[in-house]
T-cell receptor, first 111, second 115 residues
Framework: QKEVEQNSGPLSVPEGAIASLNCTYSDRGSQSFFWYRQYSGKSPELIMSIYSNGDKEDGRFTAQLNKASQYVSLLIRDSQPSDSATYLCAVNMDGGFKTIFGAGTRLFVKA | DARVTQTPRHKVTEMGQEVTMRCQPILGHNTVFWYRQTMMQGLELLAYFRNRAPLDDSGMPKDRFSAEMPDATLATLKIQPSEPRDSAVYFC?????????????FGDGTRLSIL
């Protein structure tokens, strides 16, 4: 079992719809979780971080965390073509000093 | 805006040559990570340093790869001898790890092609 798992996609949604991206992780002791966005040919950029169970909202983005189920998700409301990218889930492990990334989910938003 | 700086941005060389990639972390960050990204494997952690000390390099092929941090402003990743399978994008990232929940910030990467 991989330490951080994501559906590779591609996930295709129409403009204006909600995109839902999911991630599961193996280390029950993990405390810090991040979502990065990576455009083709570019480096990953941080878009959300979450540390407590529940929802965290930032603009059109909502991160959701359920530590009991070892599950993290990212919702993108009112999806725009500019949201088309690969979204990487990242989880801190080994006491917080090691970050493991999932393989990423490719998102396409159709105009 | 503080940024992680990586050089070179692109490198094309022949098999067997030595390759050195450099990274200047964000000033004040105490942790530096090296990643390799390919289409097949995704983003793989190769090695990381905290306060310039290597903490984990288990993701790195030891026979040909080496990572060092000679001072707080410079981290290096060397491949000697290079092989075509080393072709990938290599990212450096830095973070401030005083509490565990700080995210990393990535450089623009070095796109490496070994012919």
């Amino acid at each position: 079992q991989k330490e951080v798992e994501q559906n590779s996609g591609p996930l295709s949604v129409p403009e204006g719809a909600i995109a839902s991206l999911n991630c599961t992780y193996s280390d029950r002791g993990s405390q810090s979780f991040f979502w990065y966005r990576q455009y083709s040919g570019k480096s990953p950029e941080l878009i959300m971080s979450i540390y407590s169970n529940g929802d965290k909202e930032d603009g059109r983005f909502t991160a959701q965390l359920n530590k009991a189920s070892q599950y993290v998700s990212l919702l993108i409301r009112d999806s725009q073509p500019s949201d088309s990218a690969t979204y990487l889930c990242a989880v801190n492990m080994d006491g917080g000093f090691k970050t493991i990334f999932g393989a990423g989910t490719r998102l396409f938003v159709k105009a | 805006d503080a940024r992680v700086t990586q050089t070179p941005r692109h490198k094309v060389t022949e098999m067997g040559q030595e390759v050195t990639m450099r990274c200047q972390p964000i000033l004040g960050h105490n942790t530096v990570f090296w990643y390799r990204q390919t289409m097949m494997q995704g983003l793989e952690l190769l090695a990381y340093f905290r306060n310039r000390a290597p903490l984990d390099d288990s993701g790195m092929p030891k026979d040909r790869f080496s990572a060092e941090m000679p001072d707080a402003t410079l981290a290096t990743l060397k491949i000697q001898p290079s092989e075509p399978r080393d072709s990938a994008v290599y990212f450096c990232a830095s973070g401030l790890v005083q509490v565990s929940n700080q995210p990393q910030h990535f450089g623009d990467g070095t796109r490496l092609s070994i012919l």
